[in-house]
Every structure is written in C-alpha cells, then in structure tokens.
C-alpha cells in the first residue's frame, strides 16, 4: 500500500494553519490552469490527502509555501 500524506501532516511539517491551508487550496483547485494535477487529484467531500511523491503533492507543497 502507497504512503498517504494528509493535509494535518503537511500543515505541521510546514508549520502553517490547516484554516488558512485549506482556503488556499480550494483557491488553488479552481485555478485548473496553474495548478493541473492538484485539480485532478481534488474529490468534493473527501479529506485531503496525497500518495507520497505525487506530482500533486508538490503542487499542494508549492501552493501552500508561498505566501
């Protein structure tokens, strides 16, 4: 079974909020332009989680580092 990275473990290794990482990820899922696979991967409902190593897990990284 693949690693899953959830958005709590993300939010704590980057030592941000999850409040403020989850706004800034809905915001980056409805620009499907900028960010394809994040897009892609995003399911309405679901909690948010990524296959460790996943290309939309770097865009998740990405969007949520920059400030």
Do not use: F, H
Request: with cysteine; hydrophobic share 35%; charged share 35%.
């Amino acid at each position: 079974m693949s690693d899953i990275i959830t958005l709590k473990s993300l939010c704590e290794e980057l030592k941000i909020d999850p409040r403020e990482a989850r706004e800034k990820l809905r915001a980056a899922v409805s620009d499907a332009k900028a960010n394809p696979e994040l897009a892609k991967a995003r399911k309405p409902r679901t909690p948010w989680q990524w296959v460790k190593g996943s290309r939309s897990l770097a865009e998740a990284r990405q969007t949520l580092s920059t400030k």
